[in-house]
């Protein structure tokens, strides 16, 4: 048997941590179930994993992301991330955490995943639906095997309502046209203006056929 492949040789950022309350239970919960070097290094794994190959990732350019800053902090919702083309900061509500306390490692690393594919993934000159975005970072955590139990394989009204509605939507497109689906679809996206036609460049369909396909699948 021959051996095993090295890992590709990704493009690791700088990782720093800022916990505005470490008295907080969120921010004791965090630290009890979270490694974070390790699990940040895991889910920048994870986004390029899913949505680029080893030829095609964001290298080392001027353009590339260099630092993510992860901010624990007490706010509504649970977590959001901005930033510019090299410097990337995701804020967590720790009020989350503390609220999924019986599994709080598994959504931890779910919200991380997520929140690290919007550092990383493209968006059509921001031209993106955002229900696009917010479903191909739902579909890489999927891909994950961090899906949350409460998701629902339901196809909802439309297929860009984001979220786990749009990451099922697009598991199915990858299951049916195979493997890199999705990876070609996003990499359609880079440096150029949306439009739904990608789609069909990556499928042969337009996405409102797949949505109907899928939708009857179901």
């Known amino acids: 048997m ?3 492949p090295p890992p590709p040789d990704w ?3 700088t990782f720093t941590l800022r916990v505005e309350d470490v008295a907080h239970p969120g921010a004791i919960i965090f630290f009890q179930c979270i490694q974070p070097a390790v699990d940040l290094r895991g889910a920048v794994l994870n986004s390029f994993k899913w949505l680029y190959t080893p030829d095609n990732v964001p290298t080392k ?3 590339s992301v260099k630092s993510i800053l992860l901010v624990l902090r007490s706010m ?3 977590a959001h991330t901005f930033g510019s083309s090299t410097h990337k900061e995701i804020h967590f509500s720790l009020e989350h955490i503390n609220n999924c306390a019986s599994r ?3 959504e931890i690393l779910g919200v991380l995943t997520h929140e690290v594919v919007h550092c990383y993934q493209y968006n059509a000159k921001g031209q993106c639906p955002g229900g696009l975005i917010e479903g191909v970072a739902d579909w890489v955590r999927l891909q994950a095997g ?3 139990p409460h998701w629902k394989r339901s196809p909802g009204d439309k297929w ?3 979220y786990e509605a749009t ?3 697009l598991e199915w497109i990858e299951g049916r046209y195979g493997h890199g689906t999705i990876q070609e679809l996003n990499e359609s996206m880079k440096d150029v203006e949306y439009d739904e036609r990608m789609f069909k460049a990556a499928t042969g369909r337009r996405v409102a056929k797949l949505w109907r396909l899928y939708v009857n699948s179901n």
């Open 61 to 63: 350019s001027v353009t």
């Open 160 to 162: 860009d309502a984001g």
């Open 76 to 78: 509504p919702g649970v």
């Open 146 to 148: 961090l899906g949350p």
């Open 2 to 4: 021959p051996p095993t």
């Open 167 to 169: 990451a099922y939507f």
């Open 104 to 106: 709080a490692r598994e």
């Open 11 to 13: 493009p690791i950022p």
